[in-house]
């Protein structure tokens, strides 16, 4: 199913302010349920963003009171969503907290929300656990006790349908999904794209992947800044200029999920890095 069909087809999702991970829950059911995803959920992850300072920027934000939307959130939750038999190759994010169409191509919400060309403090750099949507869907717990202050009162107003909790019993765990440190970054390797599929708080990856893909872009034709979609199984030579075959070639062998580089300009010259989805 195309985006442009799925528009015209989005069902009423359930949204409460300030609750991004039970949002995007629910999200994830409801697309399941009208026949939107992969009856599994299969075609779905889920993404958090976060880093160790709770700091991390994204714009187009409806909570915003800026123009350009831009909010400084602690953590922030979307999903990811990539169909292998799409008319249409390229993976869209659902972030219902966005003013931006829902949902949006994943080209378009990186440049315009998450803006990797902007250029960012260390401590407001991004990272991104990503979590396969049928282990989260079993997975995830949440008391809401991180929604209340010192004295008991609510942060914010909660969902008026009861916690979510967990197919094995467990009451809370978001601290597990949202405590993204450092140490946490996995680097781009073969068992990294297992890892989603099987670990509960999938895997981590950084914005910029510097060292890690030195040789996957030697320059770039898109410019600073420039995302560009693709799956790696049909990645045609021409779509990166002066990409090194030897190591595109060993990434498509092993990259089968939906992926995006990133290439930009920067004091080691040009670079590129590998954001798996």
């Known amino acids: 199913m195309a985006a442009a069909n799925m528009i015209l087809e989005i069902p009423q999702f359930d949204h409460t302010p300030f609750y991004c991970e039970e949002n995007v829950y629910l999200l994830c059911k409801k697309l399941i349920t009208s026949g939107i995803a992969d009856e599994k959920g299969s075609d779905l992850f889920v993404v958090f963003i976060s880093n160790e300072k709770k700091q991390i920027p994204l714009w187009h ?75 989260f869907l079993r997975s995830f717990a949440s008391d809401r006790s991180h929604m209340r202050d010192s004295s008991g009162n609510w942060t914010a107003e909660p969902p008026q349908y009861d916690p979510i909790v967990a197919q094995d019993g467990t009451i809370h765990n978001l601290n597990e999904y949202i405590e993204i440190l450092d140490i946490d970054v996995s680097q781009i390797e073969p068992s990294l794209i297992d890892a989603v599929f099987t670990l509960k708080l999938g895997v981590v990856v950084d914005q910029v992947r510097r060292r890690c893909l030195p040789a996957f872009i030697k320059r770039s034709c898109y410019g600073w800044a420039a995302v560009k979609l693709l799956n790696m199984d049909s990645l045609p030579l021409s779509d990166c200029a002066g990409t090194d075959m030897g190591l595109r070639d060993n990434l498509r062998s092993h990259v089968m999920t939906p992926a995006v580089i990133v290439t930009g300009t920067g004091k080691e010259g040009t670079y590129g890095c590998l954001l798996v989805m």
């Not at 123009?67 to 190759?89: E, F, M, N, T």
């Not at 919400?109 to 998450?114: G, H, N």
């Open 61 to 135: 934000q409806k909570a915003s009171h800026r123009a350009d939307g831009l909010v400084l959130w602690d953590y922030h939750v979307i999903c990811v969503q990539k169909k292998r038999d799409d008319d249409s190759p390229h993976p869209v994010v659902w972030d219902i907290d966005s003013t931006l169409q829902l949902p949006s191509s994943l080209g378009l919400y990186v440049a315009d929300a998450i803006r990797p060309s902007f250029q960012l403090f260390s401590e407001h750099q991004r990272y991104f656990r990503i979590v396969h949507a049928p282990l």
